[in-house]
């Protein structure tokens, strides 16, 4: 299984991104994936989740409006859009897949495999 995050870089304030997440070795219809990311000196925290088949989305509460998840199953990649960067966006985004729904509280599904991570650096 292969998750690999990409499309980070360094911006300025009120710019935007678009992450992409290549999975591989997975059916990936089949799997909810998810964004999380790690700033500097912080806990990993929940970004926002795509459900399989209708394809709910989920989102932390302080990420709403500026972040979009999305899902591409025919080229096996999800999408995270990030409109709006602010310096408190800098981090290290990983994305995630899971199978199973746990709740309706963040993280909603238990994360089975990790990608690696690509860095969002926002100056002001």
């Known amino acids: 299984v292969q998750l690999q995050a990409s499309g980070g870089g360094s911006v300025q304030a009120g710019g935007s991104l678009r992450l992409s997440c290549a999975a591989s070795?997975?059916?990936?219809?089949?799997?909810?994936l998810g964004w999380f990311r790690q700033a500097p000196g912080k806990e990993r925290e929940f970004v926002s989740a795509i459900s399989n088949g209708a394809g709910i989305t989920y989102y932390a509460d302080s990420m709403k409006g500026r972040f979009t998840i999305s899902r591409d199953n025919a080229k096996n990649t999800v999408y995270l859009q990030v409109n709006d960067l602010k310096p408190e966006d800098t981090a290290v985004y990983y994305c995630a897949a899971g199978r199973y729904y746990i709740g309706n509280r963040p993280p909603y599904y238990a994360m089975e495999n990790w990608g690696k991570g690509t860095l969002v650096t926002v100056s002001s």
């Open positions: 070795g997975i059916t990936f219809s089949s799997y909810a």
